[in-house]
Structures are given as structure tokens and as C-alpha cells.
């Protein structure tokens, strides 16, 4: 289960919209909350209640669903209103979402980055009505309603109303045009209509007192009428959400069209930004469905802050730094630098606000900020932003909070005792007193660097010499294993910590299961004696968790780029497909979807080293805008493979790089700069069906391996 769903999203937009049936986690489809196993089904059919706004996007049990302001296409009375209805003949593209309700309503949604848009096409009826329920929010599942605190609904005449709810602590509004002529509208409460009333207040709602409210159109339609909703949302206000449907939708009755219009463009332009050639068609689906995923979070609200009154980026939908750090913000970095730098200024506002980065940051206040996922990750995007030199911050200021942050949550015991637990949160804080290092450094203040550096040495601490794998304590989602094998900014002396180059590959190679028996795979409910089972191999489980999305590449720093082709092209064959199941795990924000555009194209970033690893690409040609110039990645001996749901009987062979060459000249190391990549070039790679001795002698940068560095297009051949 990815847990993505198939409604109508602009790139990094605001606003998504999607049919709402309260099923978990998006709200969309038949299945409850899980973590093991198949999901057990809710519904025993697709079906929805209407189409709600604001769906989280591959994510987990996060404790925040979101789902308000459900709108409603209706032949029955408002006693109907919370019913669902069987939905039929689906249609899902880039900025749109149609389905047919049972009552022969067909639907269709489309957003802008503040806006949605609805057009309903009714049957013949006498009343014919769309309800707009103000009051909606969350998931139909035990703990996952939202209930907002206050509310005001105002009806403004001639198919005009607006209203507001405060939903965790943020003010959401929207403003409303209905195109329906000669249709009343009126106002509702507790599934009664309000003859004449204007305005609703509610300065207090609990969950014991809620009852649903909104506004509500209705009148006859004739044999295939449509009736166009336009929603123009804020966080600042009614005025602000009917100027931001203004500025998308203009002064056309009929927005629909230009909104879509819009919006399919805005994805054109952004999915052409990875184009590549060959491929079996299966395996270019899923690469450009992984590439839409990666685009749909974080969502952008530019000067739309409830928090801070200037204007600026404000990105919600963080879910969470520790899901994207890694895969997604690298390739925003490189296919949308915009809004990568966005999302930083945005960050170091809420730090300015709050006191800390947030590990995870959605549309609420102050809630859930995740600090026992992980700790200071925002310095690694933070140093790749700077080593780039592409976002526009302010560097000093950004300083002062990377080193404040530092001290937050665990970082006040890691400084005074140079470890904490859980032990991962060790590591966490050793790099990001690295990255924060490096940008001290490049300021010119040396003394606050090296007092930096001094801290970030003490990564080894979490680590047993004995073993050479993490000391035992408690892991957030995985174990020691899944954790030993992160890419640390001296992955030298680790390796040396390990054992050496040998030991350390044995470890891997344990962890990997190379010449291991098969593992028997546990059933759709797997018992707990199962679960305990597959967790004490202390094996690879595949991609469905972030501390094993960069472990293949370990294998490049003790010289066995091979092994990382081997996993990797495993990976992309057997782990994605076309159809249910078509991701191993939650596609987290696009993290997992970021991870496999990545591996596809043959790079690995190497987030907050300024780094790329090379790998063999799963296409015969690929071409990258990154920061607007093209960087292509071209093979030779290339061999197209299918993938697993186009009904492989065997596993194809794995193809590995046998020399490569940058802009003409040898490349001799498996890593290139970021800013080599950013800058553009040509990589041409010659494939072949054995392992060779390209990229075993020259490995990429640690610390304290010094002939290990990534090297600028001017030394490639030396």
C-alpha cells in the first residue's frame, strides 16, 4: 500500500481535492488503518460521501488527515448528507478526477495552486442540490476525526458564500461560487436548512457538541445540466481566498477548463524536467508516476502564513524532513530550485517563530513535531543549499538557528555526553553538526567550524567496535541492522570501525542475503510470531523504510560499486509495478518515489556532502534539468530488462559499469559534486553484463581519507 490516492493535484500546490469515502490514511478508498500485513478492507466497494480537499499524500499513521470542506452533488433530501455512494468509471490525470456517483451524478475536480474547481453533471431531477459541509475534517476511523474550534458560514447571495474554520489551530477559508441560476441557497445546521438566515457563528464546538453546518444550492436540473463550484482557499481570510480565486479563475463563469488547462501545464512543464529514452513501457509508467509523486509535496502557500503577518513562502506537508531529506528535496533542489529554497526560508521562519526546526511540519499549530523520528535534519538541506550557492537566504541568520537548533531536543545531552539514545539520534546530531560545520566554515568563522567538527566525531560513539554495527537501544521503525549502514560524512573510518573493507562488506553482504536461504513470505495477516520472525533476521526488507533507502550505496566506499548495482536493478525490478501493490511501502510525501527516480537515473544524492554516487541507470538515456541546465546521463551495451509486473519467471541479470567518461574526459570515481551535476554535462556510461574494476580503487569522500573528494570537471582524468 502506498497510500497515495488518485485526486487532482497541482505541482507543490496548496489545494488537492479527491472523492472521500474516510477510509485511511488519505480518505480516499476501502481500507483501514494497518501497519502489518494487507489492510482489512472497510468497504466492501469504492464509494464516496463527496469530494473533500486537502489529502495527505503517502503517508503513515501521522495523526493528522485533513480531508474539510466535503462538497456534495445530492438528488436526495440533507437527511442523506454523510451517506456513500458506490463510485464508477474512475478517470486520474495530472490535475484531474472524475467518477460517477451511483445516483448518476458524474463528478469532476480539478485545483489550481489555491483553488479547486467542481463541475457536477446532473441527471433530471426536481431538486437537484450541492452541500458544502464546513464542519467536515479527518478520517471515518477510530481517533481520526478533526473537529474544528470555531466556525463562521456567511451566505452572500447570487451563488456566493464564505466561511471559516479553525482546524488545529489554523484558520482555513474559502470562498464560494456556485453557476447556477434561478437555484436557492441557504444555510444549514445539523442537517436542517435555515429559511433566511444569512450567518452562522460558532465560538466554541467540541466533539460532544459538534453537528455539521454549511451552505447548501439547490433547484431542478435538466437531463445532463452542469453546475460549476469554485472554491478559492486562504489562511488569511475570506478576502484573501476570494482574491486567490480571482487571480486563478478571473471573471469567467466557466473556470473549469481554464483551471485544468492551467494546471496540465504546470505538470507538463514540470515532468519534462526527467525525460528518458528506452525503456519497457511498465518501467517508463512507473518512473513518471514516481515523478508525480514527488511533486505533489510539500504543499507551497506563498504569503499565506497564519503564524507571521509578511508575505513569503510557507510550505506545509512536511511529512516528514526525515521521509524527504535524503531523495525528495535533492531532486526539488535540482528540478524545481524555486521551491526548494522556499521550503528552507520557510523553515527558518518556523524556527524563528518556534524555536526549532520541526522534523515535521503540517497545516496545524505546533503539533506533532515528531522529534522521536529523528533529530536536525533541516542542516542537511541547508548545507546542500549553500554549497549549491543557488538559494537567495540569508546565510548568517540561517547560521545562528542551525547552530541554535542544535541544542533542541536531544542536543543538549549529545553535547555534554557525546551520545544519546536512541542511538540513531546520535548520528542525526554528529552530521548535522558536520553540515552546520561546513557552513560556518564557508562564512569565515572558523572557530564556531571547528568546535562543530569536534562534535560531529563523536558519530563513533554510537557504535560498537565489537560488532561494528550500532550498540543496542530502541529504533524508530527498523533495528540495528536497518540503521548500521547510513551514510555517515566519514564512511572511512566507519568502514575502518567495521573491520575493513572485507568485514564491513561481509556485513552487508549478511544484510543483503547474499547466499543466504530463501525467507518464506508471511501471509496477508501475518501472526506476531511472524512479525518476530522477519524482524530477527536482521535482513534488508526492502525500500519500505527510509534507514534502508541509502544502504546499497554503502557498498561504493569499500569499493564494490557492483553489489550497488546488483540491489538497486533488484530493487527497480522486483519492488515497483503498474498495479496494486505497486510500491513496497508508504510512498511518504514522495520520499520512496523520489528514491526511485533517483536509482533509475543512476545517481544517488548524498544529501548534506554535496555528492552524488553513480550507479548503472535503468534507461538507455536520461536527461536531467537540473538548476536549468541539462545534465545527461548516456549508455552504451545498454540491455532493456522488464520489470516485475510485466510477469517475470526469473530474475534478469543485473548490468554494471565498466568505464565511464564526464564531458569527454575518463571518470574513474563512482561519485560526481552536486555542483558538477547542477552545472550540466554529459555522463556516458558503457554497461556490461560482468562486474569490473571501474570505481574499486578511487572511493567517495570521508573525512579522513583525503585522496577521497569529489572531483570537479577539471580533474576527472587525473
Known amino acids: 500500500m502506498g497510500n497515495t490516492h488518485p485526486g487532482a493535484t497541482s505541482p507543490l500546490g496548496m489545494v488537492s481535492a479527491c472523492a472521500y469515502s474516510g477510509a485511511y490514511p488519505t480518505g480516499y478508498g476501502r481500507y483501514a488503518k494497518n501497519t502489518e500485513g494487507v489492510p482489512e478492507e472497510m468497504f466492501e466497494r469504492l464509494q464516496a460521501s463527496g469530494f473533500t480537499h486537502f489529502q495527505q499524500s503517502g503517508t503513515g499513521a501521522i495523526r493528522k488527515y485533513y480531508n474539510y470542506v466535503r462538497v456534495t452533488p445530492m438528488v436526495q433530501p440533507l437527511d442523506a448528507l454523510g451517506e456513500s455512494w458506490p463510485l464508477y468509471d474512475e478517470v486520474a490525470r495530472a490535475g484531474y478526477y472524475a467518477a460517477t456517483l451511483d445516483t448518476g451524478i458524474r463528478c469532476e475536480l480539478t485545483v489550481g495552486a489555491k483553488v479547486a474547481v467542481h463541475r457536477y453533471t446532473f441527471p433530471e431531477h426536481g431538486s437537484a442540490r450541492i452541500v458544502i459541509d464546513l464542519s467536515c475534517g479527518g478520517l471515518a476511523i477510530d481517533l481520526g476525526q478533526t473537529v474544528p474550534v470555531r466556525?463562521?458560514?456567511?451566505?452572500?447571495?447570487?451563488?456566493?458564500?464564505?466561511?471559516?474554520?479553525?482546524?488545529?489551530?489554523?484558520?482555513?477559508?474559502?470562498?464560494?461560487?456556485?453557476?447556477?441560476?434561478?437555484?436557492?441557497?441557504?444555510?444549514?445546521?445539523?442537517?436542517?436548512?435555515?429559511?433566511?438566515?444569512?450567518?452562522?457563528?460558532?465560538?466554541?464546538?467540541?466533539?460532544?457538541?459538534?453537528?455539521?453546518?454549511?451552505?447548501?444550492?439547490?433547484?431542478?436540473?435538466?437531463?445532463?445540466?452542469?453546475?460549476e463550484v469554485r472554491m478559492g482557499f486562504s489562511l488569511r481570510g475570506c478576502e484573501q481566498a476570494r482574491q486567490n480565486l480571482e487571480r486563478e479563475c478571473g471573471h469567467t463563469e466557466q473556470a473549469f477548463d481554464t483551471v485544468l488547462f492551467r494546471t496540465r501545464a504546470r505538470w507538463a512543464e514540470h515532468l519534462d524536467r526527467v525525460q528518458v529514452e528506452g525503456g519497457t513501457p511498465a518501467r517508463r509508467t512507473v518512473l513518471a508516476t514516481s515523478l508525480y509523486h514527488a511533486l505533489i509535496k510539500p504543499c507551497f502557500a506563498d504569503d499565506e502564513s497564519p503564524f507571521w503577518p509578511t508575505p513569503g513562502p510557507f510550505a506545509f506537508d512536511v511529512c516528514t524532513m526525515w521521509d524527504i531529506y535524503k531523495t525528495q528535496l535533492p531532486l526539488l533542489a535540482a528540478i524545481a530550485p524555486d521551491r526548494a529554497a522556499g521550503l528552507l526560508e520557510s523553515l527558518i521562519r518556523v524556527c524563528e517563530e518556534e524555536g526549532n526546526f520541526p522534523i515535521g511540519y503540517r497545516m496545524s499549530r505546533g503539533a506533532d513535531r515528531f522529534f522521536r523520528q529523528a533529530s536536525a535534519l533541516a542542516h542537511t538541506a541547508?548545507?546542500?543549499?549553500?554549497?549549491?550557492?543557488?538559494?537567495?537566504?540569508?546565510?548568517?541568520?540561517?547560521?545562528?538557528?542551525?547552530?541554535?537548533d542544535l541544542r533542541r531536543g536531544y542536543g543538549e545531552d549529545f553535547y555534554e555526553r557525546g551520545v544519546v539514545h536512541p542511538i540513531t539520534h546520535t548520528l542525526d546530531l554528529a552530521y548535522a553538526h558536520h553540515c552546520t560545520a561546513q557552513v560556518a566554515r564557508a562564512l569565515n568563522d572558523g572557530g564556531l567550524a571547528d568546535d562543530l567538527d569536534e562534535l560531529a566525531r563523536q558519530w563513533h560513539n554510537a557504535f560498537d567496535p565489537g560488532t561494528g554495527l550500532l550498540r543496542d537501544s530502541e529504533f524508530y521503525e527498523g533495528g540495528k541492522w536497518n540503521y548500521s549502514f547510513r551514510l555517515l560524512h566519514d564512511m572511512a573510518a566507519r568502514i575502518a570501525l567495521a573491520g575493513g573493507d572485507d568485514a564491513f562488506i561481509g556485513k552487508l553482504d549478511r544484510f543483503f542475503g547474499y547466499g543466504a536461504e530463501a525467507v518464506q513470505r508471511p501471509g496477508r495477516r501475518p501472526t506476531p510470531a511472524e512479525m518476530a520472525a522477519g524482524y530477527a533476521l536482521n535482513r534488508f526488507e526492502g525500500l519500505n523504510n527510509e534507514p534502508d533507502m541509502e544502504a546499497p550505496w554503502a557498498y561504493h566506499y569499500a569499493g564494490r560499486p557492483d553489489r550497488t548495482a546488483e540491489i538497486v536493478h533488484a530493487a527497480l525490478t522486483w519492488q515497483f509495478g503498474t498495479g496494486p501493490g505497486g510500491l513496497p511501502g508508504n510512498d511518504d510525501s514522495g520520499g520512496l518515489s523520489s528514491w526511485y527516480v533517483w536509482a533509475s537515473l543512476g545517481l544517488f544524492p548524498v544529501a548534506g556532502q554535496n555528492l552524488f554516487l553513480v550507479n548503472t541507470p535503468a534507461f538507455s538515456r536520461a536527461v536531467l534539468q537540473a538548476g536549468g541546465n541539462e545534465f545527461v546521463i548516456e549508455t552504451s551495451g545498454h540491455r532493456e530488462t522488464p520489470i516485475g509486473a510485466e510477469g517475470l519467471d526469473r530474475h534478469p541479470p543485473a548490468q554494471y559499469v565498466q568505464e565511464a567518461t564526464l564531458n569527454g574526459k575518463p571518470l574513474h570515481a563512482t561519485h560526481l559534486s552536486a555542483a558538477t551535476v547542477h552545472e550540466g554535462g554529459l555522463l556516458r556510461l558503457r554497461l556490461g553484463p560482468e562486474p569490473s574494476a571501474w570505481g574499486r580503487g578511487l572511493r567517495p569522500p570521508s573525512l579522513s581519507h583525503p585522496l577521497s573528494r569529489p572531483l570537479p570537471t577539471s580533474e576527472v582524468t587525473r
Do not use: K, N
Open 151 to 227: 466556525a463562521q458560514v456567511e451566505s452572500m447571495g447570487h451563488g456566493r458564500a464564505q466561511g471559516t474554520v479553525v482546524m488545529e489551530g489554523v484558520p482555513l477559508s474559502v470562498y464560494v461560487e456556485v453557476d447556477s441560476p434561478g437555484w436557492r441557497q441557504m444555510l444549514w445546521y445539523d442537517r436542517r436548512l435555515i429559511d433566511g438566515g444569512t450567518r452562522l457563528d460558532f465560538d466554541s464546538i467540541r466533539h460532544t457538541t459538534l453537528r455539521p453546518f454549511g451552505m447548501l444550492f439547490m433547484g431542478p436540473a435538466a437531463p445532463g445540466q452542469t453546475v
Open 382 to 404: 541547508l548545507a546542500d543549499a549553500h554549497a549549491l550557492g543557488r538559494a537567495e537566504l540569508d546565510w548568517s541568520w540561517a547560521l545562528v538557528h542551525m547552530v541554535g
